[in-house]
């Protein structure tokens, strides 16, 4: 029994320690590249990229956000010509939110830059570290995919 106690506890501390890299890791990276976009309009552009075209009430479930922010975050990515609408082929009285040519050039470029900037964070770590860190990307990655 102790044992789980114990188990308990280091998923508590691995966890906390986790949240706040992550939380300082994101911060970094999102100052990371010239973008005058905020960090919800930057998730929205990246979950339809990722997920393809999407309907409002979709892509704010996707975000874990309110139809009424996710229409606002829409509006103003279209705004930008960032975003276009397209009829629902499976509803004509619903439409498609997807990337417009101009926003897949955009997200391409900001993903780059905070790329090359994560890269040269990489570089100053050793290589067992940068090993261990890799070997744990499954575990990451499932994390992040998990509801």
Same mark, same amino acid.
């Given at each position: $029994?102790?044992?789980?106690?114990v ?6 501390e691995t966890a906390a320690?986790?949240r706040?890299? $992550?939380?300082r890791?994101a911060r970094?990276?999102?100052h990371?590249g010239?973008?005058a976009?905020?960090p919800?309009?930057?998730s929205?552009l990246a979950?339809i990229?990722?997920f393809?075209p ?21 509006a103003s ?6 975003l276009k609408r397209t009829d ?17 050039v955009?997200l ?8 090359i ?8 770590l050793?290589?067992?570290?940068r090993n261990?860190l890799? $070997?744990a990307l ?6 992040s995919?998990?509801g």
């Amino acid at each position: $029994m102790k044992s789980v106690v114990v188990e308990s506890e280091r998923s508590v501390e691995t966890a906390a320690r986790l949240r706040l890299v $992550m939380v300082r890791l994101a911060r970094a990276l999102r100052h990371q590249g010239s973008t005058a976009l905020s960090p919800s309009q930057v998730s929205a552009l990246a979950s339809i990229d990722e997920f393809g075209p999407l309907r409002i009430s979709a892509l704010a479930a996707f975000e874990s956000v309110g139809a009424p922010v996710a229409t606002r975050v829409v509006a103003s990515l279209e705004e930008l010509d960032l975003l276009k609408r397209t009829d629902d082929p499976e509803d004509k009285r619903a439409s498609l939110v997807e990337l417009s040519d101009h926003g897949r050039v955009v997200l391409t470029a900001l993903w780059s830059e905070r790329t090359i900037g994560l890269s040269s964070r990489l570089e100053r770590l050793s290589p067992a570290e940068r090993n261990r860190l890799e $070997m744990a990307l499954p575990a990451l990655e499932k994390l992040s995919r998990e509801g």
